[in-house]
């Protein structure tokens, strides 16, 4: 009965007890340096053994803690968010069984185990996404469970060639994959780039936003969508020096570039933090790609606790509007609901690398490291410009949402009062802050080496100066009476709609197959089908119980036929 | 709209629309309210040049036109109003219609006997006001 | 088989409860739905035409190729996204008016499916070739950088000896 009425607190209760006990464990597992491996043999079948599998080690408990803290947050902030909402339960429902198959996905090293957290985050994301039953809603569910089928696929056929090593543990057999294993390689890539939204599939993770905010701010901006890169940090030590490095570098760069560069024109507020979302799971898989996989771990921690707290302080902004996602329908919120407005722009500093944010710690790191690499031009030139990006768009969202004109339509309710909603944000508020720093400190006893030249050392810095100022002037010019991006008309369509990728993933495919289906139900199933199966066997089935029928009507003509065809064939054979 | 005429829409109403829509698309790319105001009294403007032309032919010339700028100026993402369609938060809570209730099984309906007592004999007093104030239906012709 | 839906059948007599459903058709079927023949001469297509709710001059059957379309009309496709959201529709979950001759495929484009018969600002070749461009540029690029990658030297360059000159450079005599 309680657990009914206030369920939001109690599992926000749990979870946070749950995030409380993995964080120490965690804590002990670093300083001991420790891996605890579970394994319950299921049966071993032809020499494999199938097992289920939980690690221990102080990577799945640190990101266990964190998916549980935002979790906990989440849910204790959807409890005033999702009040007005008649099927609440489901909801909540919902959103356990979707931290429960993450900590399957986190806690599993085995291909086969990990599909089963994998799998299950896939459909509990879609039935997150459909949760709203509009018809866009719908649109969007399929798109991204179609988008994510395609890298559950790709885990299956991996672990259909992994069966000839008898044991699906890649977190041992990573450290042996020579060349040989490319296929697998490929196919482990592909899945990741599905997962985490990477180029050719990128279009999902925007039409996902339909789904409420909060989901937003747990599912798809800190934890499901990390997921990919979480299972090519655990697989890292079997791309060192392959070719996949080189294309994950250059795929995740322009998903950086392109995601940029999209939210630099996109209006709906939750697709902007989206695209930056994809924008720095580019950067995570990046310089998981150069080959720093603990950064990337970093990274995709201190993001998460900046982003969802992004997402939720976009929720209370979208819930005060009035259901209006579009920032133009915003405007001067700073002056209506200070809390959340100073909620938000922590959050943004942070996701802009403000120093001692907390993304300042990650993303600095990871630019610099990137610098003293031997890195391609492009690439390097793809991180530099996204970086820039990366502030310019935030500063293009603090222009037109929360300081200029005021620009709504009404004046109803306009204030950040609900205390559940703000209090909630409070915990990340304070890891946006302090996360960076605390972990660092925590995950890298010793010290990165950075050795740079002024200029380089300088130079992100410079850069997200320079970004910040073009965004905010930028908009401050093309917001004018002569308005530019009229006369730039076809770039600026191409940018802002993520360079046609939802259009051509969703129309092109979506008219061809079904056009292909037509053309096979006309000629196969209506077609051969029906000629060769259901015509076919009628008229053979036909003659042939006419020829039956007429043996049984004990003619003794009929008899005679067929003692002379015996006759004839005992004849001819006995010559 | 369907592929079948079913009203006839005079001229000055699809210049009425080319206007409204215009005014939309405006008011998409110029977001704040005193530009997108300069922008729609030029475009006030525009559309009054050309409002004494009599002849049918001009006019009609002049409508698609209208319609080819309008469809090459576009906007990608207008701006919509949230509850209306093509907005974010349109259809999100589905209201089921009446007639659900019709198709409910005989044990489900057992279950309320009053209520469906009562929502048949509604269905029946119903019908009969029809019937007394606009006549028995035809039968279709099948 | 017949066993069992005898069964069944008889639990859902005994019980009086829907009983277990072993199989069901997928929808109704009415015998009305069903086209009639693929109409030849002139009188056959003004009754067809008056039984879709056509004017004659309108009407326009599929081509006869054999699977059983007969007389149905070849419509225009207008899907339902691009219908008006607007008009009172007397189902507006489909987006279709009560006795409307529509497209003979056109379930395979609801409101949830495909918007096939929109008018794009730019074509989907266009898109795609703009798409490919941009990912070609950059793709060729990095892998045409892929052999020359950089690196900022950290140090200025060492070598034994202070300001020793070790190769001059010149021919040797």
Not at chain 1, 167 to 182: A, R
Not at chain 1, 263 to 273: C, P, V
Not at chain 3, 132 to 149: H, I, Q
């Amino acid at each position: 009965m309680i657990w009914k009425i206030s369920m939001n607190e109690i599992s926000m209760l749990g979870l946070f007890l749950g995030s409380l006990i993995t964080g120490s464990l965690a804590l002990l597992k670093i300083k001991s340096g420790v891996m605890d491996v579970v394994e319950w043999e299921l049966f071993s079948l032809m020499g494999s053994s199938i097992v289920f599998t939980l690690v221990l080690d102080w990577i799945s408990l640190l990101f266990m803690s964190f998916v549980f803290v935002i979790s906990g947050s989440v849910l204790s902030y959807s409890g005033s968010y999702m009040a007005g909402d008649k099927t609440f339960n489901r909801f909540m429902y919902l959103v356990l069984a979707f931290v429960l198959s993450m900590s399957f996905m986190v806690l599993s090293p085995n291909l086969i185990s990990i599909l089963l957290g994998w799998d299950g985050l896939g459909l509990v994301s879609y039935a997150l996404v459909i949760y709203y039953q509009n018809e866009k809603s719908a649109n969007a569910g399929m798109l991204t469970i179609l988008s994510n089928r395609v890298g559950d696929v790709a885990i299956l056929l991996g672990i259909g060639l992994m069966s000839s090593l008898g044991s699906w543990n890649f977190l041992f057999y990573s450290y042996y994959m020579d060349e040989s294993w490319m296929l697998l390689k490929i196919f482990l890539m592909i899945s990741a780039m599905t997962k985490s939204a990477q180029i050719p599939f990128s279009a999902w993770l925007p039409a996902a936003m339909a789904a409420p905010t909060p989901v937003s701010a747990l599912v798809h901006s800190s934890t499901l969508v990390t997921a990919g890169v979480y299972l090519m940090i655990r697989f890292s030590a079997a791309l060192e020096g392959s070719m996949i490095q080189s294309f994950l570098l250059v795929i995740s760069c322009l998903t950086m570039f392109m995601a940029g560069l999209g939210a630099n024109f996109e209006y709906d507020l939750k697709k902007i933090i989206a695209l930056s979302t994809l924008s720095q799971l580019g950067v995570m898989l990046s310089i998981l790609s150069l080959g720093f996989s603990d950064l990337a771990f970093f990274h995709l921690l201190s993001h998460a606790l900046f982003k969802a707290l992004l997402f939720m302080c976009a929720g209370i902004i979208i819930h005060s509007v009035g259901g209006y996602q579009d920032i133009r329908f915003m405007g001067n919120l700073v002056k209506f609901m200070p809390l959340t407005v100073s909620y938000m722009t922590i959050a943004n500093l942070a996701l802009c690398g403000f120093p001692f944010m907390a993304g300042f710690y990650s993303k600095d790191m990871i630019l610099e490291v990137a610098f003293m690499s031997w890195i391609n031009f492009i690439a390097l030139l793809l991180y530099v410009m996204a970086t820039g990006l990366t502030v310019m768009y935030t500063f293009r969202l603090i222009f037109f949402s929360l300081t200029g004109e005021y620009n709504l339509g009404s004046l109803s309710n306009l204030s950040d009062e609900d205390f559940l909603m703000t209090n909630s944000m409070s915990i990340l508020g304070l890891g946006a802050i302090l996360g960076g720093s605390v972990l660092s400190w925590m995950l890298f006893p010793e010290c990165y080496m950075i050795c740079l030249s002024g200029v380089m050392k300088m130079m992100v810095l410079m850069v997200s100066i320079l970004g910040g100022l073009m965004g905010y002037i930028l908009n401050f010019m093309s917001v004018n009476y002569l308005l530019k991006s009229i006369y730039n008309y076809k770039s600026v369509v191409m940018m802002g709609s993520m360079w046609f990728m939802p259009l051509l993933s969703t129309l092109k495919l979506s008219e061809k197959s079904l056009n292909m289906g037509f053309q096979m139900e006309k000629v196969a199933d209506k077609g051969w089908f029906e000629f060769y199966g259901g015509q076919g066997l009628y008229y053979l089935f036909s003659q042939v119980f006419f020829i039956l029928n007429s043996l049984q009507l004990n003619s003794i003509k009929v008899f005679m036929k067929m003692s002379m065809v015996m006759i004839i064939i005992f004849m001819i054979l006995s010559m | 709209m369907s592929h079948i005429v079913t009203r006839v829409t005079t001229h000055s109403r699809k210049v009425c629309s080319l206007y409204k829509r215009s005014l939309r698309n405006l008011e998409a790319w110029y977001d704040r309210r005193y530009m997108y105001r300069y922008r729609a009294v030029l475009l006030r403007a525009r559309f009054d040049e050309n409002k004494d032309v009599k002849d049918m032919r001009v006019a009609q010339q002049l409508l698609d036109e209208g319609e080819k700028e309008l469809f090459s100026l576009i906007h990608y993402q207008p701006r919509q109003f949230a509850y209306s369609p093509g907005g974010v938060a349109h259809g999100r809570e589905v209201v089921p219609p009446d007639w659900v209730l019709d198709y409910w099984h005989p044990m489900e309906k057992a279950a309320y006997p009053e209520y469906f007592a009562r929502r048949e004999q509604r269905k029946k007093e119903y019908i009969e006001w029809w019937e007394k104030t606009y006549g028995k239906p035809a039968e279709p012709a099948h | 088989m017949a066993r069992l839906v005898r069964l069944v059948d008889t639990s859902r007599r005994i019980s009086g409860l829907p009983g277990v459903l072993i199989s069901r058709s997928a929808g109704n079927w009415n015998k009305d739905w069903k086209p009639g023949p693929y109409p030849v001469n002139p009188e056959d297509r003004a009754a067809v035409a008056r039984k879709y709710g056509l004017r004659p001059d309108e009407y326009k059957p599929i081509p006869d190729d054999g699977l059983g379309v007969g007389d149905y009309p070849d419509l225009p496709l207008v899907t339902a996204e691009s219908r008006d959201p607007y008009y009172p529709w007397d189902h507006p979950e489909h987006r279709r008016d009560f006795m409307e001759p529509i497209h003979a495929e056109y379930d395979m484009y609801g409101l949830d499916r495909v918007n096939a018969s929109q008018k794009l600002r730019f074509s989907v070749t266009q898109q795609f070739l703009a798409f490919m461009g941009v990912m070609t540029f950059f793709v060729g690029t990095y892998y045409l950088m892929e052999s020359r990658k950089i690196h900022w030297p950290l140090l200025p360059k060492q070598y034994p000896g202070d300001g020793k000159v070790h190769y001059t450079f010149e021919k040797p005599e």
